[in-house]
């Protein structure tokens, strides 16, 4: 049983549940006690709340919140062990700076690392994107030593609690890279058959799971490095192993989420088959998932991997294992409440009766739990550095880039994230889904600053030297990259829903018409920038029966034709209400957040101009002669904005469109 504190940082080191075993009392048959598996994923380096694209606080991530939902989760449970899933160490400017701008030497403790010692974690997995610095860096902040070619072999201090990875091996040496598992003995406070407390050990094994195809996606750093197994050999090679060990309990900490295509021991997402593996032969208590940066369970959940069959999404079990997976940056807090029973020679967790929960650091009321300020005064000299870090130019830009006429045709703030979308995913696909090599691949994106918070709401990006925070004004929300497979019909249906951005416009109506469905969010107006695919959208039209004139490489779309859009998680899963788009098109949904996608693509790219970055459009209005005016409001004074980017058929009609809230009115000319 942990000691309580005052304070929910000052947690592990003055823990009772990390007593000696040794004073426990031997259970007898019929002892039972509830062990509360805790997790978090994907914290991506999210110490704080602190969003440092946007130089600004965010309540809505940061493992500053997570330990708030960790205090009372202990306070809520009598026995609890806390792991994280892997993820930890990148994902953030705090990470890329810590790792390649002021990089830790050996000894110092990684700023995650300080915040997950001191909440008191029992131990960690590894995932796939702590790879992405390499393999001496990994092993110099985990503290092992890592017997690869090329590494130095030398044992820095560690974060203080066991790393656990199973699958991935040491290419010089054949053995696993890091401790594959590890047995943890702890103490507990059960109640005897007759319902007397007493304080007893358990045995907890944990065992680590990273997705082989780490080797694609980091193979500069690990070719010949390092090999890679399947989650289910693996498993089968070294459950056994544990059980006879004496792991009562056992907890896989695999960073993946669940796929149901045939079985395969490079597959990205084994854990579907690796918990059918469990429901026949047994082995697994407990399955903690990452990767997906999804919340399961989840019974609104329209992912496609949350709808298979055999997966329940409001008890969280996947085959009937407990199986939770706690989303990302410290937004959720994953629950396993396991019941265990003694039979008198060891304990065993009664499956059926265990409680799955996913917690989140947002309440019902959308506020958000109390941040510790003590984690952010572990870090403070780390943070204020990287603050300073992302002010520094990644690029720079000929042209301003804008939404404040992206309603009317200006792609200038919205044709860079497609071009570094559709780089991306052609990229992969290329390199990892031969199946899909010969389909054209689009990307579309959307104005996601339009005026909706006010006048100041707009993207504005300064022609100039472009800085990591930059990227967050053209890339607002913190999405990953999604790429989903549409025919022809799909696409339309796509931009169809799009178009509903706009009211629709009576050409015989003498009376201003406002153009703009305020109703309809800027941020699903989802726009196309390829200059291979060319439409029209009559806004004269009743919603559904406005995109004409679909053209592919200046031919009229043939409706067989497919393709592959890359976009983002949200949209692809079934944000916005998309026609056919509810997860279930997605062929691949990438580990990497789309603002880090746009940030790789300007930093190659180092200099961006208006002919090559912010003037392919491929949507025009069809032409109509309306007798009165066609009417949007943007912020005033911005006309030449409209002109640079090509836009002849705008005017501004008034300073002051009258409302009150420093609006300008313009009008868009329909029939030019």
């Given at each position: 049983?942990?000691?309580?504190?005052?304070?929910?940082?000052?947690?592990?080191?003055?823990?009772?549940?990390?007593?000696?075993?040794?004073?426990?009392?031997?259970?007898?048959?019929?002892a039972s006690a509830e062990l509360?598996?805790?997790?978090?994923?994907?914290?991506?380096?999210?110490?704080?709340?602190?969003?440092?694209?946007?130089?600004?606080?965010?309540?809505s991530l940061g493992l500053d919140?997570?330990?708030?939902?960790?205090?009372?989760?202990?306070?809520?449970?009598?026995?609890?062990?806390?792991?994280?899933?892997?993820?930890?160490?990148?994902?953030?400017?705090?990470?890329?700076?810590?790792?390649?701008?002021?990089?830790?030497?050996?000894?110092?403790?990684?700023?995650?690392?300080?915040?997950?010692?001191?909440?008191?974690?029992?131990?960690?997995?590894?995932?796939?994107?702590?790879?992405?610095?390499?393999?001496?860096?990994?092993?110099?902040?985990?503290?092992?030593?890592?017997?690869?070619?090329?590494?130095?072999?030398?044992?820095?201090?560690?974060?203080?609690?066991?790393?656990?990875?199973?699958?991935?091996?040491?290419?010089?040496?054949?053995?696993?890279?890091?401790?594959?598992?590890?047995?943890?003995?702890?103490?507990?406070?059960?109640?005897?058959?007759?319902?007397?407390?007493?304080?007893?050990?358990?045995?907890?094994?944990?065992?680590?799971?990273?997705?082989?195809?780490?080797?694609?996606?980091?193979?500069?750093?690990?070719?010949?490095?390092?090999?890679?197994?399947?989650?289910?050999?693996?498993?089968?090679?070294?459950?056994?192993?544990?059980?006879?060990?004496?792991?009562?309990?056992?907890?896989?900490?695999?960073?993946?989420?669940?796929?149901?295509?045939?079985?395969?021991?490079?597959?990205e997402n084994g854990n579907y088959?690796?918990?059918?593996?469990?429901?026949?032969?047994?082995?697994?208590?407990?399955?903690?998932?990452?990767?997906?940066?999804?919340?399961?369970?989840?019974?609104?959940?329209?992912?496609?991997?949350?709808?298979?069959?055999?997966?329940?999404?409001?008890?969280?079990?996947?085959?009937?294992?407990?199986?939770?997976?706690?989303?990302?940056?410290?937004?959720?807090?994953?629950?396993?409440?396991?019941?265990?029973?003694?039979?008198?020679?060891?304990?065993?967790?009664?499956?059926?009766?265990?409680?799955?929960?996913?917690?989140?650091?947002?309440?019902?009321?959308?506020?958000?739990?109390?941040?510790?300020?003590?984690?952010?005064?572990?870090?403070?000299?780390?943070?204020?550095?990287?603050?300073?870090?992302?002010?520094?130019?990644?690029?720079?830009?000929?042209?301003?880039?804008?939404?404040?006429?992206?309603?009317?045709?200006?792609?200038?703030?919205?044709?860079?994230?497609?071009?570094?979308?559709?780089?991306?995913?052609?990229?992969?696909?290329?390199?990892?889904?031969?199946?899909?090599?010969?389909?054209?691949?689009?990307?579309?994106?959307?104005?996601?600053?339009?005026?909706?918070?006010?006048?100041?709401?707009?993207?504005?990006?300064?022609?100039?030297?472009?800085?990591?925070?930059?990227?967050?004004?053209?890339?607002?929300?913190?999405?990953?990259?999604?790429?989903?497979?549409?025919?022809?019909?799909?696409?339309?249906?796509?931009?169809?829903?799009?178009?509903?951005?706009?009211?629709?416009?009576?050409?015989?109506?003498?009376?201003?018409?406002?153009?703009?469905?305020?109703?309809?969010?800027?941020?699903?107006?989802?726009?196309?920038?390829?200059?291979?695919?060319?439409?029209?959208?009559?806004?004269?039209?009743?919603?559904?029966?406005?995109?004409?004139?679909?053209?592919?490489?200046?031919?009229?779309?043939?409706?067989?034709?497919?393709?592959?859009?890359?976009?983002?998680?949200?949209?692809?899963?079934?944000?916005?209400?998309?026609?056919?788009?509810?997860?279930?098109?997605?062929?691949?949904?990438?580990?990497?957040?789309?603002?880090?996608?746009?940030?790789?693509?300007?930093?190659?790219?180092?200099?961006?101009?208006?002919?090559?970055?912010?003037?392919?459009?491929?949507?025009?209005?069809?032409?109509?002669?309306?007798?009165?005016?066609?009417?949007?409001?943007?912020?005033?004074?911005?006309?030449?904005?409209?002109?640079?980017?090509?836009?002849?058929?705008?005017?501004?009609?008034?300073?002051?469109?009258?409302?009150?809230?420093?609006?300008?009115?313009?009008?868009?000319?329909?029939?030019?």
């Open positions: 049983m942990r000691f309580r504190p005052r304070h929910p940082i000052t947690l592990f080191l003055c823990a009772a549940f990390a007593a000696s075993p040794a004073l426990a009392a031997k259970p007898k048959a019929g509360a598996i805790l997790e978090t994923s994907d914290l991506h380096s999210s110490v704080v709340g602190y969003d440092y694209f946007k130089l600004a606080a965010d309540p919140r997570t330990a708030a939902l960790i205090a009372q989760a202990r306070r809520d449970f009598p026995n609890t062990l806390l792991f994280d899933n892997g993820d930890t160490i990148q994902g953030n400017a705090l990470g890329d700076y810590q790792a390649t701008v002021d990089p830790l030497k050996c000894g110092q403790l990684l700023g995650i690392y300080k915040a997950m010692q001191k909440i008191g974690y029992d131990g960690i997995g590894i995932g796939n994107h702590d790879f992405n610095f390499g393999l001496a860096y990994l092993g110099q902040v985990t503290g092992q030593r890592l017997h690869v070619e090329g590494v130095p072999a030398r044992t820095c201090g560690g974060p203080g609690f066991p790393v656990v990875l199973a699958n991935v091996y040491s290419a010089k040496t054949g053995k696993p890279l890091f401790t594959p598992y590890r047995i943890l003995t702890r103490r507990i406070q059960a109640v005897d058959a007759n319902g007397k407390p007493f304080a007893a050990s358990v045995k907890v094994g944990i065992i680590g799971f990273t997705p082989p195809a780490i080797l694609n996606w980091d193979r500069r750093w690990l070719e010949g490095k390092i090999t890679t197994a399947g989650l289910v050999e693996t498993a089968q090679r070294y459950l056994p192993e544990m059980r006879a060990k004496g792991a009562e309990v056992v907890v896989v900490i695999s960073h993946g989420g669940l796929d149901a295509s045939p079985y395969s021991p490079a597959m088959h690796l918990a059918r593996m469990s429901s026949r032969v047994g082995g697994i208590d407990a399955l903690l998932l990452g990767h997906s940066h999804q919340a399961f369970p989840n019974p609104s959940s329209t992912v496609a991997q949350f709808n298979l069959p055999d997966v329940d999404k409001v008890k969280g079990r996947v085959f009937g294992v407990p199986t939770v997976m706690a989303n990302l940056w410290g937004k959720n807090l994953g629950v396993v409440r396991l019941q265990l029973r003694h039979d008198g020679k060891r304990w065993h967790a009664e499956q059926d009766a265990a409680i799955v929960e996913n917690r989140s650091t947002q309440q019902p009321d959308k506020s958000y739990v109390a941040a510790d300020p003590a984690v952010m005064d572990l870090v403070k000299d780390e943070h204020e550095a990287t603050i300073r870090y992302v002010k520094t130019p990644i690029g720079s830009a000929d042209f301003r880039m804008s939404t404040y006429f992206a309603d009317v045709g200006d792609v200038s703030a919205i044709q860079i994230v497609n071009q570094a979308q559709a780089d991306y995913a052609r990229k992969y696909v290329q390199a990892n889904l031969p199946q899909y090599a010969q389909l054209p691949v689009l990307s579309v994106s959307a104005p996601f600053k339009s005026g909706s918070a006010g006048v100041a709401d707009y993207t504005d990006v300064a022609a100039g030297d472009l800085a990591l925070n930059n990227a967050a004004d053209l890339y607002l929300y913190p999405n990953a990259l999604a790429l989903v497979k549409v025919d022809a019909t799909g696409l339309k249906a796509w931009l169809e829903k799009a178009a509903s951005r706009f009211n629709t416009i009576d050409p015989d109506k003498s009376a201003p018409q406002e153009l703009v469905n305020t109703g309809f969010a800027g941020y699903n107006f989802d726009t196309v920038t390829s200059p291979a695919l060319r439409y029209e959208i009559d806004v004269t039209q009743a919603p559904g029966q406005r995109i004409k004139n679909l053209q592919w490489d200046g031919k009229p779309l043939a409706e067989g034709r497919a393709f592959l859009v890359a976009t983002n998680n949200y949209r692809a899963s079934g944000g916005g209400n998309f026609p056919g788009l509810d997860g279930s098109r997605t062929v691949f949904a990438a580990p990497d957040a789309s603002r880090d996608v746009l940030i790789a693509y300007i930093k190659d790219a180092r200099r961006l101009s208006r002919t090559a970055n912010g003037l392919d459009r491929s949507w025009r209005f069809a032409k109509v002669a309306v007798k009165g005016p066609v009417v949007f409001h943007s912020a005033p004074g911005k006309l030449e904005l409209a002109r640079a980017a090509g836009l002849e058929n705008v005017t501004q009609l008034a300073a002051d469109d009258g409302q009150g809230k420093g609006f300008a009115l313009y009008a868009v000319d329909l029939a030019k």
